[in-house]
């Protein structure tokens, strides 16, 4: 299948039973898309939810990253096995590289995320928090083709270069934190449109974001609520000056920074 304009992100969901059973009622809802990580520690857990929800392997779009510190050819060889069993998968979806940094190296990398695809533990491809430079190089090292590119990505950091870059090469622009952390709350714009639709400023900002061609959004979201309502986004449609309006916006927040990411140098 492919990547639902909607999915579930499990980032800091690192208790068994919690993330669990987010998982479950997630599925039980109707998200047909999980996002995990090596790094959140909770890719069993994600395979628990998913089991007590009754959902085949094969019913779910399942992405997974790279921890940094395994970028190595060998280890993401190794750690991608590991992370299928972890996922009780037999090929996973979608496998990112989360950073582009520690062990990273395009020319060692890129060639086991090629031999994963070739083996079949791998069905696509994915990179998270890269450059627009960083993005180019990939693509040409890449024998697979670039599925899809994970990043923050919210009204207030819409990210105009690297979206018009997933347009033209045609991959996915994924957004985490696509409710900027509840931020989007007070905003003026997103409230007014919020307003007009009945719907909550979490709604608005995900509906935009699936609003915009290659574009998916991964809201996490814990409580039973939270997942119901985020899921309520996908009935929501934005008018055209719905869309005008919240793009206007122009106040930038990033919510995700430190000095050694990779938009901070380069």
Not at 160 to 176: K, S
Not at 236 to 245: A, G, R
Request: charged content about 30%; hydrophobic content about 40%; glycine content about 4%.
């Amino acid at each position: 299948m492919d990547i639902p304009s909607l999915g579930f992100g499990t980032y800091q969901m690192d208790e068994r039973e919690e993330c669990a059973r987010a998982v479950e009622e997630a599925m039980e809802t109707g998200y047909e898309h999980v996002d995990t990580a090596q790094g959140y520690d909770n890719e069993e857990y994600v395979a628990e939810g998913l089991d007590a929800a009754g959902i085949d392997e094969s019913e779910v779009f399942v992405a997974t990253k790279l921890d940094t510190d395994n970028l190595a050819h060998d280890d993401v060889i190794s750690t991608t096995k590991e992370s299928a069993e972890k996922l009780d998968a037999d090929s996973i979806d979608l496998l990112y590289v989360h950073w582009p940094l520690n062990t990273y190296d395009s020319e060692e990398t890129l060639p086991a995320l090629d031999e994963l695809v070739d083996d079949g533990l791998v069905d696509r491809v994915g990179l998270s928090n890269f450059r627009p430079d960083q993005i180019e190089e990939a693509i040409e090292t890449l024998d697979a083709p670039l599925y899809a590119h994970q990043v923050e990505m919210h009204p207030m950091l819409p990210q105009e270069e690297l979206h018009e870059l997933a347009v033209e090469h045609d991959h996915q622009l994924v957004a985490y934190c696509p409710i900027a952390r509840g931020q989007v709350a007070d905003v003026e714009e997103i409230q007014d449109v919020a307003e007009k639709h009945d719907a909550t400023p979490a709604q608005v900002s995900l509906a935009w974001l699936m609003a915009k061609e290659n574009v998916t959004a991964i809201p996490k979201a814990a409580s039973s609520d939270h997942i119901e309502e985020n899921f309520g986004a996908l009935d929501l449609e934005l008018e055209e000056e719905d869309v005008e309006k919240i793009d206007g916006i122009e106040e930038r927040t990033r919510i995700v920074d430190f000095d050694e990411a990779p938009w901070n140098h380069g």
